[in-house]
């Protein structure tokens, strides 16, 4: 896998999640009346089921780290480098989607475990391309 399709199916994961959650909880809810359509969480208590409140916050993750991820992806080509970005950038968004995968599945102590892994590797690996970049 390339780098830029690592990306590219990064943003697609990034979109799926609230289209799972906002089309099995949100539109179902407001067209059946049971919500408003102007009914917003943001500044008031979450009242959605806890597998779509961890769904929420697995797409948040996912917006945080994307824009790092994409940058270091776009300046590894802007530098001629980008086959330091392809070595490892499949396994960047692998780790993402097991990241969020195990988010959704549960807050026990060896999935929030689970899930600070596959951040760290994530972490790791973009680390990794950064110092390969500048040092290469």
């Not at 390339?2 to 609230?18: K, N, Q, R």
């Not at 099995?24 to 059946?32: C, E, F, H, K």
């Not at 475990?113 to 391309?129: I, P, S, T």
Request: aromatic residues 8%.
């Amino acid at each position: 896998m390339t780098a830029f399709t690592a990306v590219l199916l990064y943003a697609a994961w990034t979109l799926l999640l609230p289209v799972v959650y906002a089309g099995t909880r949100r539109v179902p809810m407001i067209a059946s009346g049971r919500k408003r359509a102007d009914h917003w969480e943001r500044g008031n208590p979450n009242d959605d089921p806890a597998l779509l409140a961890r769904m929420k916050n697995a797409h948040a993750n996912c917006t945080e780290n994307f824009p790092v991820f994409a940058a270091i992806v776009v300046v590894a080509a802007l530098l001629g480098k980008i086959a330091i970005a392809d070595a490892v950038a499949g396994y960047v968004l692998y780790a993402r989607i097991a990241q969020s995968v195990v988010h959704v599945i549960g807050t026990s102590l060896p999935l929030i475990a689970l899930r600070g892994l596959f951040y760290a590797v994530q972490v790791v690996l973009m680390l990794w391309m950064i110092v390969r970049l500048l040092t290469g």
